[in-house]
């Protein structure tokens, strides 16, 4: 998922990563007895424009930023044991992952006050029962983003990329395995959560049939795709294709009928943080209802925080890209991290699909 | 034979040293920690139990992975010949060109090296998209009046783009060992080919190929082997059956997460690579014979 790293930004980041690293003094310890500093591990471009900087002007804690662009990423990095991270920001699946291997603590809701701006549909997902690991940070859906002069109406199901040849060539679908066959087993009416085997086969089946009218099957890149022209229709983010609407009115989002996918980006301590309070004390800023309407203006995700919501401007508030229509959000479901002997499967029904 | 003084077998050893132990270290264990992985399964997300079992090499023979590794086979041979084809005339016209002008072409030939291969690859995509370079020149001289709108070519996100991208990649790779033997070659043998009545087809066939042939060996598996392994060029330019065996592989590392498999995955690739080696020593000793 390298959904919020363009590749301009990317530059821009690795620059400002390289200015970080100069060598500095020990930083003062603070009243909790743990240095004045803290490592941010994230995604790039996903905080508000002085949203580290107020922290620090308010707590006196240093924020170092690093960047990764996938989930996978990560887990890889932190697999070996913790190299320094005091939070980071994992999809809803690898906050299951990381929990499953162990490499999360536990949060203390007591140092989490601003918990309670969250909106209560967040508060028990099924993929951390209670909050007692992660706390959501934002949330986004797969949907179709399609140019608006080169397709009929409004493609409003998964069939105008899955099933169709009416659009044959100018198609980009994910390659993300996991996903691809959940949004196909959706399309073929079950449910994302614990597809299985049989409807595995059946969208197999599909997609290779499909397959001649697919221009390509992207690496979450498809609104760049959409925006040079290369393809009419890609299955992307909502908060991706919102970017490059605000540059191109040719183009269109819309979630498919069916339902689709919901995915969340939590805050969580990984095991082995050097400054756990320090963390803690981070996230319950980041809760906070201004300084979350604050990372909502500048990135443009779905907030789950009601009280940063309620301050939000109506192009926020009613935009339709970034907070789909209900009727659609009620059949959309949250994907599970679902075992290892899954991701095998649907590893080899990607490589089947793409070998065929 | 005389015996080697103490003294030089001292410099040997302070030679040899750091490099073995370089190799050792980065080459030798990381191949055997690979093993290892390719002879265990996943008992975690992250504990792999190593249980030498071949189960791994097992599922790599299923016929969709040997489709896999048939067409990147197939891919590699594609783009070598290619190369050999486009590389010969090229270096033939560097070594036969006149001795001021050789350095600055040998340079031309390499400089693309000095770009990284990530933004070069993004450049061609630039190049040959829809609404990319090409497209755009031909739309400007297109005679729309006699031939109707003009369709943009579909260049990219294909098959076809994956070997332009591969022999664009791989091209200096094959130029500069031909160059190299044709720079060697002894240009008045070709003179009394000349001479002799044998016409410049017959000649080149018969004296600058056989004479060449250590070059375009050693050109063929520097290309061959690469290429096999190519993982970014089908990545960002194939189009719905580009996959190759390192998209695979790379897979099993990321998203599947399942390194035993992408480690047996890796070792036949490795394996391959070390056939065409010796299929390379075969054939030049069989030359030299």
């Known amino acids: 998922m390298t959904r919020r790293l363009s590749r301009r930004r990317l530059l821009g980041g690795m620059a400002a990563g390289l200015s970080l690293r100069g060598c500095a003094p020990p930083p003062p310890r603070g009243a909790n007895g743990e240095a004045m500093t803290l490592n941010f591990y994230s995604w790039d471009s996903y905080t508000g424009a002085t949203t580290l900087a107020d922290f620090t002007a308010a707590t006196g804690i240093g924020v170092e930023m690093s960047l990764y662009g996938t989930n996978d990423e990560l887990f890889a990095r932190l697999r070996a044991g913790n190299p320094g991270f005091d939070v980071i920001v994992p999809s809803n699946e690898f906050v299951t992952r990381l929990r499953l291997s162990d490499m999360l603590l536990p949060l203390d809701h007591a140092r989490i006050p601003n918990l309670a701006n969250v909106a209560p549909a967040f508060r028990d997902p099924p993929f951390d029962r209670g909050r007692r690991f992660s706390m959501p940070y934002t949330w986004l859906v797969m949907g179709i983003g399609y140019r608006k002069s080169r397709v009929a109406g409004v493609p409003d199901s998964w069939k105008w990329v899955f099933?169709?040849?009416?659009?044959?060539?100018?198609?980009?679908?994910?390659?993300?395995?996991?996903?691809?066959?959940?949004?196909?087993?959706?399309?073929?009416?079950?449910?994302?959560?614990?597809?299985?085997?049989?409807?595995?086969?059946?969208?197999?089946?599909?997609?290779?049939r499909q397959k001649p009218h697919i221009k390509l099957f992207h690496h979450d890149e498809g609104q760049d795709l959409l925006a040079a022209g290369d393809v009419d229709l890609v299955i992307e983010y909502n908060g991706d294709i919102a970017q490059v609407m605000a540059e191109d009115g040719d183009i269109g989002f819309v979630v498919p009928r069916e339902?689709?996918?919901?995915?969340?980006?939590?805050?969580?301590?990984?095991?082995?943080?050097?400054?756990?309070?320090?963390?803690?004390?981070?996230?319950?800023?980041?809760?906070?209802?201004?300084?979350?309407?604050?990372?909502?203006?500048?990135?443009?995700?779905?907030?789950?925080?009601?009280?940063?919501?309620?301050?939000?401007?109506?192009?926020?508030?009613?935009?339709?890209?970034?907070?789909?229509?209900?009727?659609?959000?009620?059949?959309?479901?949250?994907?599970?991290?679902?075992?290892?002997?899954?991701?095998?499967?649907?590893?080899?029904?990607?490589?089947?699909?793409?070998?065929? | 034979?005389?015996?080697?003084?103490?003294?030089?077998?001292?410099?040997?050893?302070?030679?040899?040293?750091?490099?073995?132990?370089?190799?050792?270290?980065?080459?030798?264990?990381?191949?055997?920690?690979?093993?290892?992985?390719?002879?265990?399964?996943?008992?975690?997300?992250?504990?792999?139990?190593?249980?030498?079992?071949?189960?791994?090499?097992?599922?790599?023979?299923?016929?969709?992975?040997?489709?896999?590794?048939?067409?990147?086979?197939?891919?590699?041979?594609?783009?070598?010949?290619?190369?050999?084809?486009?590389?010969?005339?090229?270096?033939?016209?560097?070594?036969?060109?006149?001795?001021?002008?050789?350095?600055?072409?040998?340079?031309?030939?390499?400089?693309?090296?000095?770009?990284?291969?990530?933004?070069?690859?993004?450049?061609?995509?630039?190049?040959?998209?829809?609404?990319?370079?090409?497209?755009?020149?031909?739309?400007?001289?297109?005679?729309?009046?006699?031939?109707?709108?003009?369709?943009?070519?579909?260049?990219?996100?294909?098959?076809?783009?994956?070997?332009?991208?591969?022999?664009?990649?791989?091209?200096?790779?094959?130029?500069?060992?031909?160059?190299?033997?044709?720079?060697?070659?002894?240009?008045?043998?070709i003179e009394a080919s000349l001479d002799l009545g044998a016409g410049q087809l017959t000649s080149f066939a018969r004296i600058t190929v056989p004479l060449?042939?250590?070059?375009?060996?050693?050109?063929?598996?520097?290309?061959?082997?690469?290429?096999?392994?190519?993982?970014?060029?089908?990545?960002?330019?194939?189009?719905?059956?580009?996959?190759?065996?390192?998209?695979?592989?790379?897979?099993?590392?990321?998203?599947?997460?399942d390194w035993p498999f992408g480690a047996a995955l890796s070792f036949i690739l490795m394996a391959l690579a070390l056939v065409a080696m010796a299929l390379q020593g075969l054939v030049t000793r069989r030359g030299r014979a």
């Not at chain 2, 191949?31 to 399964?41: D, K, Q, R, T, W």
């Not at chain 2, 076809?160 to 990649?169: D, E, F, K, P």
Request: glycine share 6%; net charge positive; proline share 7%.
């Open chain 1, 163 to 208: 099933d169709s040849d009416r659009y044959a060539g100018r198609i980009a679908l994910i390659s993300e395995s996991d996903d691809l066959i959940r949004l196909a087993a959706k399309y073929l009416g079950a449910s994302v959560r614990h597809v299985t085997p049989d409807m595995t086969a059946r969208a197999i089946a599909m997609l290779i």
């Open chain 1, 259 to 356: 339902g689709t996918l919901i995915n969340s980006d939590c805050l969580c301590i990984p095991r082995g943080a050097p400054r756990p309070d320090n963390a803690h004390r981070f996230i319950n800023y980041l809760l906070d209802a201004r300084v979350g309407a604050g990372i909502a203006r500048t990135i443009r995700y779905p907030t789950p925080n009601a009280a940063a919501l309620a301050l939000m401007p109506a192009d926020y508030r009613d935009n339709p890209v970034i907070f789909p229509p209900a009727a659609v959000m009620a059949k959309s479901e949250y994907g599970d991290f679902e075992g290892l002997a899954r991701a095998r499967a649907v590893d080899a029904a990607i490589t089947e699909i793409l070998a065929a």
């Open chain 2, 212 to 257: 060449a042939m250590p070059g375009i060996i050693a050109g063929i598996i520097i290309t061959f082997v690469p290429t096999l392994g190519a993982y970014l060029t089908p990545d960002l330019l194939g189009g719905t059956s580009s996959q190759m065996i390192a998209n695979v592989i790379d897979r099993q590392f990321r998203s599947a997460n």
């Open chain 2, 1 to 189: 034979m005389t015996e080697r003084p103490k003294a030089a077998r001292g410099v040997f050893a302070l030679l040899a040293g750091p490099p073995l132990v370089w190799l050792a270290l980065f080459f030798v264990l990381p191949l055997v920690i690979i093993l290892g992985y390719a002879l265990g399964e996943n008992r975690s997300l992250t504990d792999i139990a190593i249980t030498g079992s071949f189960r791994n090499f097992g599922r790599a023979l299923q016929p969709v992975y040997l489709g896999v590794l048939g067409k990147s086979l197939w891919f590699a041979a594609l783009t070598t010949i290619a190369c050999l084809v486009i590389g010969f005339p090229v270096a033939m016209a560097i070594a036969f060109a006149p001795a001021r002008w050789r350095l600055a072409l040998l340079l031309l030939v390499m400089l693309p090296f000095w770009v990284n291969l990530l933004i070069r690859t993004y450049a061609l995509m630039a190049v040959l998209r829809p609404e990319g370079y090409i497209n755009s020149l031909i739309k400007l001289v297109w005679p729309a009046a006699w031939l109707g709108d003009f369709v943009p070519l579909d260049l990219l996100h294909n098959n076809a783009a994956v070997i332009i991208g591969l022999v664009y990649v791989q091209l200096p790779f094959m130029v500069l060992p031909l160059y190299a033997a044709l720079d060697r070659l002894d240009r008045s043998l």
